[in-house]
């Protein structure tokens, strides 16, 4: 069965980093292009970076680009996020998700798989 687990998530102040890591079942990671969103109470969700299969192709959200890197290590079947210069409009449940196909995906309702998410929280 395909799982998504995610982690790394946690309470820091404005200015500080996080590293969020999603684990992804081996025979899907191979050919995947992988993605993270996130969701804060009452808004809707929203697509934060993606990469391609082969690592070659990464996208982000203008809100996060220059301080948010996607990255995977294949050898681990995982997926990083690392969060830097991190401000309180970050704060959210943070989503990996995942689906077979080799071209970037931007949307929501383009992805197979989800994990359950982690919370980051960021204070002023």
């Known amino acids: 069965q395909v799982q998504l687990v995610e982690s790394g998530g946690g309470s820091v102040q404005a200015g500080d980093s996080l590293r969020l890591s999603c684990a992804a079942s081996g025979w899907i990671f191979r050919i995947a292009t992988m993605g993270w969103f996130r969701q804060s109470p009452g808004k809707e969700r929203e697509f934060v970076a993606a990469?391609?299969?082969?690592?070659?192709?990464?996208r982000y959200a203008d809100s996060v680009k220059g301080r948010f890197t996607i990255s995977r290590d294949n050898a681990k079947n995982t997926v990083y996020l690392q969060m830097n210069s991190l401000k309180p409009e970050d704060t959210a449940a943070y989503y990996c998700?995942?689906?077979?196909?080799?071209?970037?995906?931007?949307?929501?309702?383009?992805?197979?798989?989800w994990g359950q998410g982690t919370q980051v929280t960021v204070s002023s």
């Open positions: 990469i391609s299969w082969s690592a070659d192709s990464t």
């Open positions: 998700a995942a689906v077979r196909n080799r071209m970037i995906v931007t949307t929501e309702y383009g992805y197979e798989f």
